[in-house]
């Protein structure tokens, strides 16, 4: 499973993880997809995935947005992959196979060390510059402004004047 990369959707949480873990305050969605360069949709459906897990709560309004239920530094990675990975059982046939011993005891060591690993690390990792609500919103306003001003600029009547 954590061959050459990790299957999207559990990046994607702890990509999003990683952003609450460094925002000063609750973020809103579009906020946080801007953030982690992740589509709105996709952003909204991680979103929605980490609070069933209880990793993260949310509030509407316009104080509202998102953050993460417990620090950073408490939730694991193994917590995540275990949100999303259904572990089964073995057949007692397969607990006596060599192969599937020895890919059981690989699978155990890298549990162990991706178990030492928090979302807090993983954040400080990333770098950059933590989300501020304020500057968000103030960017998503003169964005949408300068949207609608272009829009008016190109309207008949200011043509001729």
Same mark, same amino acid.
């Given at each position: #499973? ?6 999207p ?12 873990a ?11 997809? @801007?953030? *982690? !360069?992740?589509?709105?949709? %996709? *952003?909204?459906?991680?979103? %929605? #995935?980490? @609070?069933?897990? !209880? ?5 509407? !309004?316009?104080?509202? !947005? ?10 694991r ?6 949100f ?5 059982h073995? @057949? ?6 060599p ?11 890298? %549990? ?5 690993? *928090? ?15 304020g500057?968000?919103?103030? *960017? #998503? ?6 949207k609608?001003?272009? @829009? ?10």
């Amino acid at each position: #499973m954590l061959g050459s990369e990790l299957p999207p959707r559990i990046y994607e949480s702890l990509k999003t993880l990683c952003c609450l873990a460094k925002a000063a305050g609750p973020l809103p969605a579009r906020a946080i997809a @801007s953030t *982690t !360069g992740l589509p709105p949709a %996709q *952003t909204a459906k991680i979103l %929605q #995935m980490m @609070s069933w897990a !209880g990793f993260v709560e949310s509030r509407r !309004g316009t104080k509202g !947005g998102f953050w993460l239920v417990t620090p950073a530094e408490r939730i694991r990675v193994t917590d995540v992959l275990d949100f999303f990975t259904h572990r089964t059982h073995e @057949s007692p046939g397969q607990a006596r196979d060599p192969i599937v011993r020895v890919l059981a005891h690989a699978v155990t060591r890298c %549990q162990e060390e991706l178990n030492h690993i *928090t979302v807090a690390d993983l954040a400080k990792l990333a770098g950059g510059e933590p989300p501020q609500v304020g500057n968000v919103r103030k *960017t #998503m306003l003169v964005s949408a402004f300068r949207k609608r001003k272009r @829009s008016t600029d190109l309207t008949p009547e200011r043509k001729h004047k």
